[in-house]
């Protein structure tokens, strides 16, 4: 059973602004930003509707919670936007020196893959 903190019990909000709860005291209906998109939902740019704080390491933490009723479906990508972050990801492992697709990131500091900075150049260079 968890441990109960009347401190963080303000379930009209007169203490801390917005309805407080304490972990895991929070009643149906409200839910994380997690718990939303575990659920296939998201806040649809609902405010803030009540809170749930715990002492934790480091102090006192919290979690906000958004009304499960007004939260909306999670959007899906389009086949374009779903292209285009592939691509965005292909350019940030192709080497600018080399053109090879490397498969990792290239590193932004170097401007090129690894084997260009170290001199080794291309694998199919250094082959033929």
Not at 10 to 18: E, L, W
């Amino acid at each position: 059973m968890p441990r109960i903190r009347a401190v963080f019990h303000d379930p009209d909000g007169d203490r801390y602004g917005i309805p407080t709860f304490w972990w895991r005291g929070a009643p149906a209906g409200y839910a994380t930003r997690r718990q939303l998109r575990a659920a296939g939902l998201r806040p649809a740019g609902q405010p803030v509707a009540a809170q749930v704080m715990w002492a934790g390491v480091g102090g006192t933490r919290v979690a906000y919670l958004y009304r499960v009723d007004l939260a909306r479906p999670k959007r899906t990508a389009t086949a374009a936007q779903l292209r285009a972050v592939h691509a965005a990801l292909r350019a940030r492992r192709t080497c600018s020196t080399c053109q090879q697709v490397r498969p990792y990131y290239v590193p932004r500091s170097l401007g090129e893959c690894l084997n260009c900075h170290d001199g080794y150049g291309s694998p199919l260079e250094a082959a033929g």
